[in-house]
């Protein structure tokens, strides 16, 4: 069964910084892109950032480029998602997301991926 954990999620206030991680079981992890999403109450699902299988490249939504970073290491079969400078728009459920397709492109698209987490809150004060 193939499962993705998210963790490190918590409340933090504007201009801290924040680590998850997303541990992945039941697939061949270093076979595929992962990519973050998030979503705020009330709002559509909104691409974060993406990552090659080698970490070769990275990608990221506007909104958070130059302040957030993803990374992996495939022995672990874990990705991780390191947020810095957070805002109060930054508050939202944080998903990890495996793409569909063994060594697929990355992509800004929801219907590209096919395994999902749980999802972790981030909750930024002001």
């Known amino acids: 069964q193939v499962q993705l954990v998210e963790s490190g999620g918590g409340l933090v206030q504007a201009g801290d910084s924040l680590r998850l991680s997303c541990a992945a079981s039941g697939l061949d992890f270093r076979d595929y892109p992962m990519a973050w999403f998030r979503q705020a109450p009330g709002t559509e699902r909104e691409f974060v950032g993406t990552?090659?299988?080698?970490?070769?490249?990275?990608e990221y939504g506007d909104s958070v480029k130059g302040r957030f970073a993803i990374s992996r290491v495939n022995a672990k079969n874990t990705v991780y998602l390191q947020m810095n400078s957070l805002k109060p728009e930054d508050t939202a459920i944080y998903y990890c997301?495996?793409?569909?397709?063994?060594?697929?492109?990355?992509?800004?698209?929801?219907?590209?991926?096919?395994?999902w987490g749980q999802g972790t809150l981030v909750t930024v004060s002001s």
């Open positions: 997301a495996a793409h569909r397709r063994r060594y697929g492109g990355t992509s800004r698209q929801l219907d590209d991926y096919a395994t």
């Open positions: 990552i090659t299988r080698t970490s070769s490249y990275t």
